[in-house]
């Protein structure tokens, strides 16, 4: 079997903004300001998808985070709730 890591968007805004409830596509891309001239079309989804995860990388740059496994780290890593 091949394995290989994958990086996602939902599991990065899981880390990244954890304060916004949805993660759906049409509300990140609302709270970044991010245009899906056409959402739920297949390349429209792909480019917003693609603005999102850039933002993401420099959201992680400006935490030190830079490398792939590292990024991949911190995406699994376990998000500590407020009890």
Do not use: W, Y
């Amino acid at each position: 079997m091949i394995e290989n890591d994958t990086l996602c968007t939902r599991r990065l805004a899981n880390r990244l903004v954890p304060n916004i409830r949805s993660k759906s596509l049409s509300n990140l891309c609302e709270r970044f300001s991010i245009e899906n001239k056409q959402a739920h079309r297949a390349m429209s989804d792909v480019l917003a998808t693609k603005d999102l995860f850039m933002i993401f990388i420099k959201m992680l740059k400006e935490i030190g985070i830079t490398e792939q496994e590292k990024i991949i780290k911190f995406q699994r890593s376990t998000i500590k709730r407020k009890v």
